[in-house]
C-alpha cells in the first residue's frame, strides 16, 4: 500500500515540469484548508506559510516568497514548543533576502537567526552550524572575506566534530572563500579521513554553487576539485566526469571556450573508454556545439557525424533526430543549404518513428524555420503546425515557432514574426485562462525596457480573494515569461 502524495511534494514535482502556476495554485489551496482548520497564526498555518514560500522562492518569485516566510515567523516566535519550527522560518527568510539582493535585511535576519540558535541548540551542536553557513555565504557576498572566512572555519569545525554529513556543504563554500582570499593557501583541507560517499558529495556541493559568486573563482574551484577527485577516485569515476562537465559549463559562462573543448574532450575520452554510448552521445553533442562557438566550424561538422553514426549504433530515433537536428542548423550556418535541408528533413522523419512529441515539435520547428526562410512558405506552414501541436505552449521552441508560423500567414519569409507580441499573446492567455470568466474585461499586456506592464481593467468589483489571485497570477505569469525574455532564442 503506498501512501497519497502531499501538497508540497505534489506541488514540487509540478515545479520540475515547469509548471509553475499549477504548482501555486496547490499550496495557495493548502493554505486556505489549513486556515478554515486551524487558524490564522496556527502551528499548521505557519507551516503551509512556509511551504507556500518554497514553492514560490522556486518558482523565481522571491517577492512573495519573502511575504511567506515573513508570515510564518509571526506565528511561532513567542511559542516554546515551535521555536525549532520558527528558526527554520527565519533562516529561510535570511537567504530569500539575500536572494534578492537585499543584503542588509538579510544580514541581520541570518545575525538574529545564528543568536537564536546559538541559544537553542548551544555553541557546539550542529544545529547552531546550520545558522552560521549562510551568514558565511552572506559575507562572501558582501566582499567581507575576513569575517567569512572566521565564520566559516566555524562552521566547518562544528560539522566535522559532530561528524556531520552536511560538512560536505560547509567544504565547498570555504574552498570558494579561500579561493577569494587568493593567500595561494590549499582550497580544501586533507580530506583523508572523509570516506569516498563523503568525497562526491563535497563535489556535488560545489556544483551546487553554480551561479552563486564570482565565475572566475568558481572555476579555479572547480579545477583544484578535477585533480582531488582523479587522485581520490579516478579519472573515470562519474564524480569527476560531472566537475568536468560542470567546468565545460562554466568555460561556456566565463567565454574559455577552450578550456570548455578541453572539458568536454575529456569527458568523452571518458565515456568511450568505459563504453557508456549514450554518454559518450550526448557528451559529443556538446564538443560540437563547442567547437562551433569557437569558431572550428569544419571540426563541428565531423563531430556531428561522427555523433550520428554513434546514434546509429544505438537505435534510437530519439537520439537521431536530436543529432540530425543540431547538425543541420550547423550545416545551415555554414552555408551548407542542401545538405542542411537533407539532415532537417530527416531529423523529422526519425522524431516521428520515435514517441517523443517534444523531440517531434523541436525538429518540426528547426526544419519550418528552414523552409520559411527558403521561401518554401506552404511546406514551412505544414511542418510549423504539426510541431506546435506537439508542443507544450510555453516551451521555448514553440514560442519561436508560433511566431515565425505568424510570418508565414502573412506571406513573409523572413523577419520571423513578431516574438514580442507572441510572447505578450501567450501572457494574456496565461492570466486569463486562471481567472473567472467574468471578472477581466480587458488584459492588455506589452514589453516595456525588457520587462512586462500590465493594464487590467474589471468587469466588477472583486472579492478580497480574487484580488489576491489575480496578484499572484499576474507575478505567476511575470516568473513564466520574463525567462523568454532573456532566452537567447528570443534575443536572436
Not at 497564526?41 to 511551504?51: I, K, R
Not at 544505438?314 to 536530436?322: H, R, T
Amino acid at each position: 500500500m503506498t501512501s497519497s502524495t502531499s501538497p508540497i511534494e505534489a506541488a514540487f514535482a509540478l515545479l520540475q515540469q515547469g509548471r509553475l502556476a499549477q504548482a501555486e495554485e496547490i499550496m495557495a489551496r493548502e493554505l486556505q484548508a489549513v486556515t478554515a482548520t486551524h487558524g490564522h497564526g496556527s502551528q499548521a498555518w505557519a507551516s503551509a506559510q512556509c511551504d507556500l514560500g518554497n514553492v514560490l522562492l522556486n518558482a523565481d518569485q522571491v517577492g512573495r516568497a519573502i511575504e511567506c516566510y515573513r508570515q510564518a515567523t509571526t506565528a511561532s516566535a513567542d511559542d516554546p514548543q515551535l521555536r525549532k519550527d520558527h528558526l527554520t522560518y527565519r533562516l529561510n527568510l535570511g537567504l530569500a533576502l539575500r536572494m534578492a539582493g537585499r543584503l542588509d535585511e538579510s544580514e541581520e535576519e541570518l545575525r538574529r537567526g545564528a543568536q537564536d540558535r546559538m541559544a537553542f541548540y548551544g555553541r557546539e551542536h550542529p544545529g547552531y552550524a546550520f545558522g552560521l553557513e549562510p551568514l558565511a555565504e552572506l559575507l562572501l557576498q558582501r566582499g567581507d572575506l575576513r569575517r567569512a572566512r572566521q565564520v566559516v572555519e566555524e562552521t566547518v569545525d562544528n560539522f566535522w566534530r559532530n561528524g556531520h554529513p552536511h560538512v560536505t556543504s560547509a567544504l565547498a563554500l570555504r574552498a570558494e572563500i579561500v579561493a577569494a582570499e587568493a593567500t595561494g593557501e590549499p582550497l580544501f583541507p586533507p580530506l583523508d579521513q572523509l570516506p569516498d560517499q563523503l568525497i562526491e558529495q563535497v563535489a556535488q556541493s560545489v556544483q551546487s554553487r553554480h551561479g552563486q559568486g564570482d565565475p572566475e573563482i568558481f572555476a579555479a574551484v572547480l579545477k583544484v576539485l578535477v585533480r582531488t577527485l582523479e587522485a581520490r577516485l579516478g579519472e573515470d569515476h562519474q564524480a569527476t566526469l560531472n566537475v568536468l562537465s560542470m567546468l565545460a559549463n562554466s568555460g561556456r559562462d566565463r567565454g574559455d571556450q577552450a578550456g570548455r573543448v578541453d572539458a568536454i574532450q575529456r569527458v568523452l575520452a571518458s565515456y568511450d573508454r568505459q563504453g557508456l554510448a549514450e554518454q559518450a552521445l550526448m557528451a559529443a553533442l556538446g564538443l560540437a556545439m563547442a567547437q562551433s562557438e569557437v569558431g572550428d566550424e569544419d571540426g563541428a561538422l565531423r563531430t556531428y557525424a561522427s555523433a550520428y553514426a554513434r546514434a546509429e549504433r544505438i537505435g534510437s530515433p530519439e537520439l537521431a533526430s536530436q543529432v540530425l537536428r543540431n547538425w543541420g542548423l550547423a550545416l545551415r550556418e555554414a552555408g551548407q543549404t542542401h545538405l542542411a535541408e537533407q539532415r532537417l528533413g530527416e531529423a523529422v522523419a526519425q522524431a516521428r518513428r520515435g514517441r517523443d512529441g517534444e523531440t517531434l515539435g523541436r525538429a518540426d520547428v528547426a526544419f519550418g524555420l528552414f523552409l520559411q526562410h527558403e521561401g518554401r512558405l506552404e511546406q514551412a506552414r505544414t511542418v510549423l503546425e504539426e510541431g506546435l501541436s506537439a508542443l507544450d505552449p510555453v516551451h521555448p521552441d514553440a514560442m519561436v515557432g508560433r511566431s515565425h508560423l505568424g510570418a508565414v500567414m502573412d506571406g513573409r519569409s523572413c523577419g520571423c514574426g513578431d516574438m514580442q507580441t507572441t510572447i505578450t499573446d501567450a501572457f494574456r492567455d496565461f492570466v486569463a485562462g486562471r481567472m473567472p470568466a467574468d471578472l477581466l474585461a480587458r488584459l492588455d499586456v506589452a514589453i516595456v525596457d525588457g520587462d512586462f506592464k500590465i493594464d487590467v481593467e474589471l468587469r466588477r468589483e472583486p472579492t478580497q480573494d480574487e484580488l489576491e489571485r489575480l496578484n499572484g497570477v499576474v507575478q505567476s505569469a511575470h516568473a513564466e515569461f520574463r525567462r523568454r525574455l532573456t532566452s537567447p532564442r528570443y534575443a536572436g
